[in-house]
């Protein structure tokens, strides 16, 4: 890559930062989205998982050919072409709302998350050469904090303009004249139009902006003799393991943030708007989260922090399990706390090591995502299947185990034991 001085690329540096809170905000739409669809279309817990499906398996299926056209067309055309992507699916809810069919809504939030595939593997490499490369790292962590911001706004604004806090039993909806049953779900289903509207033309807008604003190439930088192959990656013993771990990971993190207003609606017994406010404080204390773990990094060996907070997640969980009232909605605060630095720690100790198999392992362990597709359906089956969402919870606390024992036992490079300091 080439970085470059940066004196005339802040303009689009403050667009590619945009990024990062753009789909920090639209992923963090999910938990209004998962009740909200859920009394509109009157789904299972099961069925309501399939919102996370939809949008983690196009992540695992478009990894690779973004990656390729990326490599063909560039970055940047990548980027337009996730912006695209991005608003049409916006618009999409749209004929979803009129038509009140819940495929639709699945269909548009994969295409939503198909764009959103292009710009994060395009973000993360242009952030880095926008300026001098003294200051990349400075510089990715600013625009990573975006979508911090973004997961703390995103529940409160989804809140006000999508849920309307009116939520009927089944036994009241049965009571209910035909007519007056229609027109409620009709109303339910719409309120999410305007929303995706206003973001569709925002998102336009931006990819407008970045039609006509320069941006410099990004060159990947190829040497001879360093041929290699998923099967030559996955020798790596503790690559394994991380991809393992991330899997469970991000599954255990949608199953948290994705649930959170569903479960503490009930758990905690809290209407849904006041429930957002909760969701909105998850989403602040991930934030922090992230800081506090990098600062305490530097004092704590990485594999044993990501230990120590993987037990403390296991415990939490539990008390989100067995727990009442409103402890429930703290402790799942608290793991929004301390899951935080996981998905980073993993990925960075997974890739440890590798040398010329770095880029593939790299994308091994990003493909490895698809956990956020697959796991919030045990959630929800166990939901269903015990009539009981906060049981569901034994999910998260299983995925939770398996970070602890990469953290314990796995994550260590065969190659280089005796050259790692976090060994000490």
């Not at 036994?171 to 139009?193: H, N, Q, T």
């Not at 949608?254 to 909105?280: D, H, P, Q």
């Not at 934030?287 to 296991?314: C, D, E, N, Q, W």
Request: proline share 4%.
């Amino acid at each position: 890559m080439n970085p470059t001085k940066g004196k005339n690329y802040l303009f689009a540096l403050i667009l590619v930062t945009s990024l990062f809170f753009f789909w920090g905000f639209v992923h963090n739409l999910d938990p209004i989205l998962i009740p909200h669809l859920k009394k509109a279309f009157l789904l299972s817990d099961l069925e309501t998982a399939l919102v996370d499906f939809s949008v983690f398996i196009a992540y695992f299926v478009m990894a690779l050919p973004a990656g390729y056209i990326m490599r063909k067309w560039g970055y940047k055309s990548g980027i337009i072409l996730g912006l695209t992507l991005f608003a049409i699916g916006s618009f999409l809810f749209l004929p979803a709302a009129d038509t009140r069919q819940y495929s639709f809504f699945l269909g548009a939030l994969f295409i939503i998350a198909c764009g959103l595939t292009f710009l994060e593997t395009a973000a993360n490499p242009y952030v880095t050469v926008l300026g001098p490369p003294e200051t990349a790292t400075q510089r990715l962590n600013f625009s990573q904090s975006f979508n911090g911001l973004a997961a703390f706004l995103a529940p409160i604004i989804g809140g006000k303009f999508i849920l309307s806090g009116i939520n009927h039993t089944n036994e009241e909806l049965a009571k209910m004249l035909p007519a007056v049953k229609e027109a409620y779900l009709i109303e339910e289903a719409s309120s999410v139009k305007g929303p995706y509207l206003i973001l569709g033309i925002v998102i336009i807008l931006v990819a407008v902006l970045f039609i006509f604003t320069k941006l410099p190439d990004i060159k990947e930088d190829k040497k001879e003799g360093e041929r290699t192959s998923i099967i030559q990656a996955l020798k790596h013993k503790h690559l394994v393991w991380a991809i393992i771990a991330q899997f469970f990971y991000v599954g255990a993190q949608v199953c948290v943030m994705s649930f959170f207003v569903r479960f503490i609606t009930v758990s905690a017994n809290l209407g849904e708007k006041e429930a957002t406010w909760y969701a909105a404080a998850a989403g602040l204390a991930f934030m922090i989260g992230r800081f506090a773990g990098t600062f305490f990094m530097k004092f704590v060996a990485p594999h044993r922090l990501l230990m120590l907070y993987a037990a403390i997640s296991m415990f939490l969980s539990l008390i989100a399990i067995f727990g009442t009232g409103m402890l429930t909605a703290y402790a799942l605060i608290g793991i929004a706390f301390f899951m935080s630095i996981m998905f980073p720690t993993i990925f960075s100790m997974g890739i440890t090591g590798l040398g010329k198999d770095t880029k593939i392992g790299s994308s091994l362990i990003v493909m490895s995502i698809v956990g956020g597709a697959l796991l919030p359906l045990g959630l929800g089956y166990i939901s269903d299947l015990t009539h009981n969402i906060q049981y569901g919870y034994v999910v998260p606390f299983i995925c939770f185990l398996v970070v602890f024992y990469f953290a314990w036992k796995t994550w260590r490079p065969v190659n280089l034991e005796k050259e790692l300091p976090l060994a000490n």
